[in-house]
């Protein structure tokens, strides 16, 4: 769980909050699907959907969840992940060039 949502904000956003964010990605055109990562990164996402499953933690839609075309990153871990955490992992340049709406550059702290 560390690994995943780190040390420092490591409790994993409500289950109405994750199944929030999943529906606004669920219909957003950057949503991506397939495509390649490295092994490594690839083992890593799988032991983190492990840790995730095995606690339980799913949203509806979750098998079309994919990659954020703007971040590149795993929807189906990041919704869960607290926003301090989202937001501190962005750069200037995804902040700004993020799809309207998207929770990730407007949900309030």
Known sequence: MREWIGDEDGIPVSPELAQKRANICLKCPRLETGGFVTEIVAAAIK????????????????????????????MRLKVWVPLSIVRRQLTPEEFSSAPTPCWQTEEKP
């Not at 995730?52 to 079309?64: H, P, T």
Request: include cysteine; charged fraction near 30%.
């Open 47 to 74: 032991r983190h959907l492990e840790v995730k499953n095995d606690l339980g933690m799913r949203v509806n839609g979750e098998k079309a969840l994919g990659r954020c075309g703007m971040c590149q990153c795993e």
